[in-house]
């Protein structure tokens, strides 16, 4: 009998649109190649002179090869950055050749993961990819519950990218099914404001911390159990809702530290060419960005401020329609994270996991909301047919969420920077989160 894996509807309808993509993954990628795969595509094309050249201009020895999983080469991109085994149409000359088999694991395998925990499998898709997004962000039951069997994933075994054994007993590892759980369920809470569902999150993260911390030395089944059981109550959630509300709102000036910290970040050698970075230049192209200097801090602090000003043009007009897909988009962004990125593994605590949560929530409304696409029409919103406006809010927000997530699957480092620079300076407090959440 096929082992059963546990799988959400938005991957149950996922198909590969090949040449009608908006940002095909056969360009601007790192993508590397197993040997197996490569023996047996070097076998084929070496059958034939242009095949033997093709061979020769595609593939490349991979240096790093013990940082890429052990896979011993790599895809050589073009001139354009594009994949050379790419034809005219947009499609995988060795997929229409010589068939699926011939694919690297990569291409084989991708937007798909598997994930392992205990004996339960469960696949999730990678929001870099625009079709996943398209069909993850805008459905009020994206994640509702599928039962699929192991058959239906290529290369399964190649395809796991998360494995947690069966035998771990340690507090941080033996609860994670329960605590992943309870913040699914905080995220689906829709009778409140994102915002509050968000802080609740942080605020029970950063009370569990200290009891299911990865050294696990102050476990208390017990306690445990108290704040889990507390913090389910509906008169507990409106407590801390309510608490959330009535913060006084300072968001803009550590808004500002923020965007500070991202342009000082994005303006370094190692970043200054990655995916999100050219995201954030793209977005921020009438400001001047990328062709001024942030190292001086007055210059900074000027540009700092006509981001915030550029943001609050389209964050104060306050449009519901905008306001609710948004909203909606990262409530299933949020909840993917959760899956495709288990915090067990992320070698970070509870409370540094969904730290670097509200970061990205952060980010991504200050990109969506900062769009020049969405602010060209920002007078005009209230006055669009509800068709024309959902096109362009999702479009927009399709946009926005698959650059950002391919930034980060890209160069993980960029967020991680940003977050120690946080971290280093006492910044990721409860209060500091809040202020993000506000932001």
Request: aromatic residues 10%; proline residues 2%.
């Amino acid at each position: 009998m096929a082992q059963t894996v546990k799988t959400f509807k938005y991957m149950q309808n996922f198909q590969c649109v090949g040449s009608e993509c908006i940002n095909t993954c056969c360009r601007g990628w790192d993508i590397h190649v197993d040997k197996e795969h490569y023996k047996k595509i070097k076998g084929k094309l070496s059958e034939t002179a242009d095949g033997k050249d093709l061979l020769n201009r595609s593939f490349r020895k991979n240096r790093s090869a013990s940082k890429a999983g052990g896979k011993l080469y790599k895809i050589e991109m073009d001139e354009t950055a594009s994949c050379p085994l790419m034809d005219t149409q947009g499609l995988c000359r060795l997929h229409a050749d010589y068939g699926e088999s011939y694919l690297p694991n990569t291409c084989a395998i991708y937007p798909r993961q598997l994930s392992v925990y205990r004996d339960q499998w469960e696949l999730t898709g990678y929001l870099s990819c625009p079709e996943v997004a398209r069909l993850c962000l805008f459905d009020d039951d994206s994640f509702a519950l599928v039962d699929t069997t192991i058959d239906s994933v290529p290369r399964k075994q190649a395809a796991i990218n998360q494995n947690i054994a069966a035998n771990t007993l340690m507090p941080f590892y033996k609860h994670f099914g329960s605590v992943r759980d309870m913040m699914f369920n905080y995220l689906s809470l829709r009778d409140l404001p994102l915002r509050s569902r968000l802080f609740i999150l942080a605020f029970v993260a950063n009370k569990l911390d200290p009891l299911i911390g990865q050294k696990g030395s102050t476990y208390q089944e017990t306690e445990y159990q108290q704040i889990l059981d507390a913090y389910t109550q509906e008169q507990q959630i409106q407590k801390l809702h309510q608490s959330f509300q009535g913060l006084d709102d300072v968001s803009r000036s550590f808004g500002a530290q923020l965007l500070g910290v991202i342009l000082r970040i994005r303006a370094a050698a190692d970043f200054k060419t990655s995916t999100l970075s050219q995201l954030i230049c793209d977005i921020t192209e009438d400001i001047g960005l990328c062709d001024d200097d942030v190292s001086d801090d007055a210059a900074l602090d000027e540009i700092t401020q006509a981001l915030l000003d550029k943001y609050q043009l389209l964050a104060s007009v306050q449009d519901s329609e905008l306001n609710r897909r948004f909203d909606l988009a990262l409530e299933n962004y949020l909840k993917n994270f959760l899956y495709s990125n288990y915090y067990i593994l992320s070698k970070m605590s509870l409370a540094e996991y969904v730290h670097m949560l509200i970061l990205q929530t952060t980010m991504l409304r200050f990109l969506v909301y900062s769009h020049p696409q969405l602010l060209a029409k920002r007078d005009a919103l209230s006055d669009m047919n509800e068709t024309d406006k959902r096109v362009l809010i999702d479009q927009t927000i399709i946009d926005v969420f698959h650059k950002f997530s391919r930034g980060i699957n890209h160069a993980p480092e960029f967020m991680r920077t940003i977050q120690q620079i946080f971290i280093q300076n006492n910044l990721n407090s409860l209060a500091h989160t809040s202020y993000l959440i506000m932001f």
